[in-house]
């Protein structure tokens, strides 16, 4: 599978389409998703065109995957839900078919602000 360049949230790294932004460094964009599942549910993507986070991982800089690493934890910082200023919150991230996956672009979704519940269904 290649990646699919108008994706979603390659329109809005490319700033096609607006998004609310919560955190941007050079390799990682942060922003409010548009249908909230909790209080609180950020998404943080890489900059890079990575399908999802095995495509990230065989593929992506050692400089790519420290960052979008430590951007979540930044993110969670600046909501007010790390395990530094909060009350903790759930990182994940879905791939492809079984994983439920529909943008095809890696993102990682941040849930926090109140009780996130059972892991799955
Ligand atoms: P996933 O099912 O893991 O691929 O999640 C995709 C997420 O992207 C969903 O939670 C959607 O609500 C979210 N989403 C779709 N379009 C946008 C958008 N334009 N801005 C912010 N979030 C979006």
Not at 10 to 25: M, S, T, V
Not at 29 to 40: E, G, T
């Amino acid at each position: 599978m290649s990646y699919d360049k108008n994706n979603i949230f390659a329109k809005i790294l490319r700033k096609e389409i607006p998004c609310k932004k919560i955190f941007e460094n050079d390799y990682v964009l942060s922003f409010y998703d548009i249908n909230p599942q909790k209080k609180i549910h950020a998404l943080v993507i890489p900059k890079g065109e990575y399908i999802n986070l095995d495509d990230f991982n065989n593929r992506a800089s050692d400089q790519e995957i420290v960052a979008l690493s430590k951007a979540i934890t930044e993110v969670a910082k600046i909501l007010g839900i790390s395990t530094d200023n909060g009350k903790g919150y759930r990182a994940l991230t879905n791939l492809d078919d079984h994983g439920g996956q529909e943008v095809p672009h890696l993102h990682f979704h941040l849930f926090g602000g109140e009780k996130i519940g059972k892991m799955v269904e």
